[in-house]
T-cell receptor, first 111, second 115 residues
Framework: AQSVTQLDSQVPVFEEAPVELRCNYSSSVSVYLFWYVQYPNQGLQLLLKYLSGSTLVESINGFEAEFNKSQTSFHLRKPSVHISDTAEYFC?????????FGAGTILRVKS | DTGVSQDPRHKITKRGQNVTFRCDPI?????LYWYRQTLGQGPEFLTYFQNEAQLEKSRLLSDRFSAERPKGSFSTLEIQRTEQGDSAMYLC?????????????FGSGTRLTVV
């Protein structure tokens, strides 16, 4: 069975500052890892994913995450956030059949 | 293809009534999933189908919940005798046979309010 722990429930940060949203997972099998973003009253949008290959993955809007197998982590980072990045972010793990989500981290970007 | 569609977007029902939600997945995706999300929580897995076969059900899925995917295309999730605790966002997702591309694609969800 897989599980995901998102270590921060809320992260407040000023605009143009860097941010890291932390995610740790546990699994007895090889996994795929995902970050999803959810804006108020909307569904989940895929932000980025690790399936195989390079352990550093990037999104089109400047986020990146690094798969660290030894630390069982998949932290999400952005060097400079914008107001529009305010949303809830979910880390998820899949052993191939279904996604298991963390509880989410609300990113609040302040001007 | 316009992605995963869910209908209705919102549903308000009285306690004890039955409700049914529909999900239309991406046409070439043979796997379909239902999740439930309550306020302040991540989505929780309910059940999944591969084609028309329901392969896994969570213990969260009580006897009052039933899901079908009769022809391996759209799916329905029915809740009988709704309770206030059923109030949540119900999310549907689909994925292709081999987990490549974008993997799992989610619909916008159906928000259920039981009064």
């Amino acid at each position: 069975a897989q599980s995901v722990t998102q270590l921060d429930s809320q992260v407040p940060v000023f605009e143009e500052a860097p941010v890291e949203l932390r995610c740790n997972y546990s699994s007895s099998v090889s996994v795929y890892l995902f970050w999803y973003v959810q804006y108020p009253n909307q569904g989940l949008q895929l932000l980025l994913k690790y399936l195989s290959g390079s352990t550093l993955v990037e999104s089109i809007n400047g986020f990146e995450a690094e798969f660290n197998k030894s630390q069982t982590s998949f932290h999400l980072r952005k060097p400079s956030v914008h107001i529009s990045d305010t949303a809830e972010y979910f880390c998820a793990v899949s052993g191939g059949n279904k996604l298991v989500f963390g509880a989410g981290t609300i990113l609040r970007v302040k001007s | 293809d316009t992605g995963v569609s869910q209908d209705p977007r919102h549903k308000i029902t009285k306690r004890g009534q039955n409700v049914t939600f529909r999900c239309d997945p991406i046409s070439e995706h043979n796997r379909l999933y239902w999740y439930r999300q309550t306020l302040g929580q991540g989505p929780e897995f309910l059940t999944y189908f591969q084609n028309e076969a329901q392969l896994e059900k969570s213990r969260l899925l009580s006897d009052r919940f039933s899901a079908e995917r009769p022809k391996g295309s759209f799916s329905t999730l029915e809740i009988q005798r709704t309770e206030q605790g059923d109030s949540a966002m119900y999310l549907c997702a689909s994925s292709p046979p081999l987990l490549g591309g974008d993997g799992y694609t989610f619909g916008s969800g159906t928000r259920l309010t039981v009064v």
